[in-house]
């Protein structure tokens, strides 16, 4: 899974089960505090993934 401080604005990631689909908006700046973590995004019980 990808963690938060890897994310840039405009990533995609979709769900395979059901399609839905997330977008990056704005980057996270938290990786400078320590705080990202590696849980990713899910959904219908299922890791999205980066499209």
Do not use: N, R
């Not at 840039?8 to 059901?18: A, I, L, M, S, Y």
């Not at 980057?27 to 993934?49: H, I, N, P, V, Y």
């Amino acid at each position: 899974m990808v963690s938060c401080e890897e994310l840039k604005k405009g990533d995609v990631f979709v769900c395979q089960e059901c399609g839905l689909e997330l977008t990056v908006s704005k980057a996270c700046d938290c990786a400078e505090e320590g705080m990202c973590t590696e849980e990713g995004f899910s959904c219908c019980g299922q890791a999205m993934l980066k499209k």
